[in-house]
Nanobody, 122 residues
Framework: QVQLVESGGGLVQAGGSLRLSCVAS????????MGWYRQAPGKQRELVAS???????KYAKSANGRSTISRHNAEKTIWLEMNSLLPEDTAVYYC????????????????WGQGTQVTVSS
């Protein structure tokens, strides 16, 4: 019953900014890498940014320079801050996490949230 719940999506004008959050809950022993993905209508889901448990980050070229991913391990929360938003940023944004449970957190499984809609108007 591990859950990832995203929030913070909405309608934003081009050039604006947005902050998305994702909170993990349930029988969690440890969370490895977490990330944000997005999927626009008719397109494949793509990585926006990821962050390891130690704070090492990666960004897609389309997001690099305009986005910041961060996390708070104790709160099991991850954020994605985006600025200078463009209409092409419009998509459903999904939280992803490699979540471990069981003895010594030895069993891990990739989990997905339900997604939050981000719409950028021109």
């Amino acid at each position: 019953q591990v859950q990832l719940v995203e929030s913070g999506g909405g309608l934003v004008q081009a050039g604006g900014s947005l902050r998305l959050s994702c909170v993990a809950s349930g029988p969690i022993s440890y969370i490895n890498t977490m990330g944000w993905y997005r999927q626009a209508p008719g397109k494949q889901r793509e990585l926006v940014a990821s962050i390891t448990a130690g704070g090492r980050t990666k960004y897609a070229k389309s997001a690099n320079g305009r986005s910041t991913i961060s996390r708070h391990n104790a709160e099991k929360t991850i954020w994605l801050e985006m600025n200078s938003l463009l209409p092409e940023d419009t998509a459903v944004y999904y939280c992803n996490a490699d979540i471990c449970s069981g003895i010594f957190a030895s069993t891990c499984e990739e989990r997905w949230g339900q997604g939050t809609q981000v719409t950028v108007s021109s």
